[in-house]
């Protein structure tokens, strides 16, 4: 697939030639990729390959030197309003980061109220539809150190959801977890898409990203080297660095 | 109607400036300052359980003096150690303080001696007497620290050394009681006094101690008042004194406290020796000036922490953050305020700062405030290290996931951040106060009437040492045992970090 060299006002979030440094050293390589509503993307790769600078470039935590990132029509740039972009790209992960002197239910209150303004009652109710919908509507009044891994993880998921994202950025949301946690993990994933919502999804873990994604993005030295659909990629990658990472992945 | 006023001004101008010239210049705005350390009866001390009530015979003469420039008295009682920093710091006019007139001190000061006196050598009742100092060779004496006994017994040391034979051994204390209880609890052989004293005492150390020896020091004769240097003011003083002597005033005062007859018949009262007297401790326990000596040293404690700890936030906050200039100057503030000793840095804040901004020994710079400030400043630079070790202890990923979901910096750091540091700092924090709380007993040396200068102008006057410890530490531990309770309440609201209360909690 062969990108224009103009963003695409169109899509979900349109990037051309994304490119950042830490001082002399080159994180992201001249990034080109395109992503449409509603889209799963797996964003795969060795430690180091930028995978987590990528994806935290999306909502700005990381701030790129050179490019365009355009989402939804906007430029996102040094005078982005930050508050309305964090709004509509939320983000999930590794080690949750769940507060953890608030309960579960002010985790999904907390950043409604102060940066919405949302009051207390609505914040709540819309707080307790999420957690119903990540099947831990029961944990709302307990705090995080007395729930599982997985348990944490959707709390994560529903204090994102609670901002009412179009996008949300999972940064290897799996990684700390036990397979069965992992799989229904997954299963949340799924219905986000299916509520419109775009996925992009930074992770190690294979199968989640041959059963999930829509397309998989392989990147290497901070550059993307691969989009293609997974049953492609696990079959037949394109790339010598592709077929050497899928052949360490699958001895280890 | 104006040539009338102008000449009513013109009538009334040179009377005002013959008043003038006639008062020293000491005395300005209708004060009249003393420096004075009451812990010296009858000379200069408090008579009573209120610790505002000064009393005795230099007391009487500065009120003398006032009426006599027809001026108000403000005393200001401090350590005697601080009374000449403060004379020199111009915090009081003169310094009236049962001090003698002495030739090393006249190099600094100006002294009118009002009053004579005779240096004794004190024991407990059995000691037998002796006839010259050299006599103390190898035992050891109490003197009252900043006094000038401690000099001359060096001297007497210079000669014992030379004669081949073991020197006094000394030992100084910051209050002439301490220095008497040294005898009487049996640590030191003998203290040096002057007879005045042992007048006033006469009820309380008769029966327990007898006088060894009336040295012939002729430094030691006369009570001075003494003042900054300035002639004119000293020839003023002088004949303020000597009217006041001729017309046989100073002798009624002295005669009032009595100043007079033969000290070798002090101690011929006898008193049964006392046990642990608790009425005197009750009566401490209950008594408004423990109470004000408390309530004192609680809000100065509370208020220094917590302007310690208002400032030592932001200033953790940049300490922890990029290197710049502001963060290598608080480095610089944190090292020198915790490195030098709290009583150095409010000797330095009361007597120095005046020295360089004159704005400082005006009236308005209450002992009370510049032991606030004092405290503050120190207090910060040991607070900014906790709260740097709690804001750091504060998982970055949270400030992570705070940014992801668009809140703010001060949103993150009040709702975030500061809960989280808050349950790391608390504990440290509980013990910096409990530190602070007793810490404060230092500022008795610039003047502040807390809790421990309360005791110990109280022991002063009675002697009943036992009691009045007692009565303050009953204060010292209630306060401390308060806040060690309030921090068990305030941890238990910290729950979220204890996975383990936290489900009994919910159970």
């Known amino acids: 697939m062969q990108l224009s060299t103009s963003p695409d006002p169109t899509a979900r979030i349109s990037i051309r030639g994304l490119s950042k440094f830490y001082k002399d050293y080159l994180a992201l390589d001249r990034i080109d990729l395109d992503i449409s509503k509603g889209e799963k993307i797996v964003v795969l790769g ?91 509507a029961e944990q709302a009044e307990k705090f995080p150190i007395q729930l599982s891994g997985g348990q944490q993880q959707r709390v994560a998921i529903a204090r994102a959801l609670c901002m009412n994202p179009e996008i949300i950025l999972f940064d290897e949301p799996t990684a700390a977890l036990d397979p069965e946690s992992i799989s229904g993990i997954v299963g949340i994933m799924r219905d986000l898409a299916d509520q419109g919502i775009t996925t992009v999804c930074v992770t190690h873990e294979m199968g989640f990203a041959r059963h999930i994604a829509d397309r998989i993005v392989f990147m290497d030295r901070g550059a993307v080297l691969e989009v293609t659909p997974p049953e492609e990629f696990f079959t037949a990658p394109r790339t010598e660095r592709a077929r050497t990472f899928l052949a360490q992945m699958i001895r280890h | 109607m104006l040539a009338a006023a102008l000449l009513a001004l013109a009538v009334l101008l040179p009377a005002a400036r013959a008043l003038a010239d006639d008062l020293p210049s000491f005395v300005h705005d209708g004060q009249l300052t003393l420096c004075t350390n009451p812990t010296l009866p009858p000379m200069t001390f408090v008579n009573g359980s209120d610790t505002n009530a000064l009393a005795g015979m230099d007391i009487d003469l500065a009120r003398r003096l006032a009426a006599y420039w027809h001026v108000a008295l403000i005393p200001q009682t401090m350590d ?195 046990r642990f007297d608790f009425a005197t401790f009750f009566g401490a326990l209950f008594s408004t000036a423990f109470l004000k000596g408390a309530a004192l040293t609680l809000v100065i404690a509370l208020l220094s922490h917590l302007t ?43 007597n120095a700062l005046p020295q360089f901004f004159p704005i400082f020994r005006e009236h308005w710079f209450t002992p009370f405030l510049a032991t606030w400030l004092s405290l503050s400043i120190n207090e910060s630079a040991y607070q900014v290290e906790i709260n740097r070790a709690a804001l750091r202890a504060v998982d970055p990923g949270q400030v992570l996931a705070a940014d992801a979901l668009g809140m703010t910096t001060a949103q993150t750091y009040r709702h975030v951040i500061f809960p989280q540091a808050l349950r790391i700092a608390l504990p440290p924090t509980i013990n910096e106060f409990i530190s602070l709380l007793k810490t404060t007993s230092l500022a008795s040396v610039i003047s502040l009437q807390e809790l421990l200068a309360v005791t110990q102008i109280q022991v002063a006057r009675t002697f009943q040492f036992t009691e009045y410890y007692a009565a303050a530490l009953v204060y010292y531990l209630a306060m401390v045992f308060f806040f060690l309770f309030l921090q068990k309440r305030i941890e238990r609201r910290f729950i979220w970090a204890d996975r383990n209360k936290a489900s009994a909690d919910a159970a």
């Open chain 1, 46 to 136: 060795p430690s180091g390959s930028g995978k987590s600078t990528f994806i935290r470039c999306l909502n700005r935590i990381e701030p790129h030197d050179s490019g365009v990132l355009m989402i939804d029509g906007h430029v996102i740039d040094d005078r982005t309003d930050l508050t309305a972009l964090r709004g509509s790209v939320g983000m999930v992960f590794q080690n949750y980061n769940l507060f953890p002197h608030l309960s579960v239910l002010d985790n999904c209150t907390l950043a409604p109220r102060l940066v919405r303004g949302i009051t207390k009652s609505d914040a709540e109710a819309t707080a307790r539809r999420y957690l119903s919908q990540v099947n831990i």
């Open chain 2, 80 to 274: 005697f150690e601080g009374l000449f920093p403060s004379l020199s710091a111009q915090r009081c006019g003169m310094v009236i303080s049962g001090v003698l007139r002495q030739a090393g001190r006249l190099r600094n000061y100006d002294a009118v001696a009002y009053l004579d006196s005779t240096v004794v050598a004190v024991a407990r009742v059995g000691t037998p007497k002796i006839r010259e100092m050299a006599d103390l060779s190898g035992q050891t004496v109490a003197v009252q620290s900043g006094t000038s006994y401690a000099a001359q017994i060096e001297r007497e040391n210079d000669r014992l050394r030379a004669s081949g034979r073991p020197p006094i051994i000394l030992q100084q204390y910051p209050t002439e009681d301490q220095v008497v209880q040294q005898v009487l609890i049996g640590r030191v052989h003998a203290f040096i006094s002057q007879d005045v004293e042992l007048y006033y005492r006469q009820k309380q150390l008769g029966g327990k101690v007898t006088i060894i020896l009336t040295p012939d020091y002729p430094d030691f004769h006369q009570f001075a008042v003494y003042i900054r240097k300035d002639s004119r003011d000293s020839a003023l003083l002088q004949k303020a004194i000597d009217e006041l002597s001729q017309k046989g005033e100073i002798a009624a005062m002295a005669k009032k406290w009595g100043i007079s007859g033969d000290h070798q018949s002090v101690f011929t009262e006898r008193n049964a020796p006392s």
């Open chain 2, 308 to 350: 310690a700890i208002a400032i030592s936030i932001p200033m953790a906050m940049k300490l922890n953050g990029r290197d710049s200039i502001i963060r290598r100057l608080l480095g610089l503030y944190v090292a020198v305020f915790r490195g030098a000793p709290t009583l150095l840095q409010l000797l330095f804040i009361w």
